[in-house]
Every structure is written in structure tokens, then in C-alpha cells.
């Protein structure tokens, strides 16, 4: 399966994101009907992951390992 870019319109709000026990507070996102793929229930962005020193996806595990959390800027 592949998604492409287009011309689309997606709602749009601030909420509050938990991993862990990081909270994450009016973080832009997207509201989608329905899942982008099967199995999906929302997607990450890089100005999320990047707050975090490094980002490991095990695959085979079915996990994502994050480091520690960057200093704010």
C-alpha cells in the first residue's frame, strides 16, 4: 500500500498527546473519518518524534523505542 500526496482538506485542532509518561500539549492535528490504512488509530509526525534524541522502530516486535526527551527549545 503507498499513500500519495494530494490536494485535500483535513480538519484540523490542538490536543494533548501522551507516550509514556511524556505529555505532549497542543500538538496540531489532523482529523480523519476513518483510518489512513488497516490497523491504523493515528499517526505520529516528525515535529513529535523529534522531540526525543533518537527513535528505534523494531519492526519485528511491533515497537517503537524512543530516548530520552530533547531539552525544549
Given at each position: 500500500?503507498?499513500?500519495?500526496?494530494?490536494?485535500?482538506?483535513?480538519?484540523?485542532?490542538?490536543?494533548?498527546?501522551?507516550?509514556?509518561?511524556?505529555?505532549?500539549?497542543?500538538?496540531?492535528?489532523?482529523l480523519?473519518?476513518?483510518?489512513?490504512?488497516?490497523?491504523?488509530?493515528?499517526?505520529?509526525?516528525?515535529?513529535?518524534?523529534?522531540?526525543?534524541?533518537t527513535?528505534?522502530?523494531?519492526?519485528?516486535?511491533?515497537?517503537?523505542?524512543?530516548?530520552?526527551?530533547?531539552?525544549?527549545?
Amino acid at each position: 500500500m503507498a499513500i500519495g500526496l494530494a490536494e485535500i482538506s483535513i480538519p484540523q485542532t490542538e490536543t494533548t498527546v501522551g507516550i509514556g509518561a511524556h505529555a505532549f500539549e497542543k500538538v496540531p492535528t489532523g482529523l480523519h473519518e476513518t483510518a489512513i490504512f488497516p490497523g491504523e488509530a493515528g499517526l505520529l509526525g516528525n515535529a513529535l518524534l523529534s522531540c526525543f534524541s533518537t527513535v528505534t522502530i523494531d519492526g519485528k516486535a511491533g515497537r517503537v523505542i524512543l530516548g530520552p526527551r530533547r531539552p525544549a527549545q
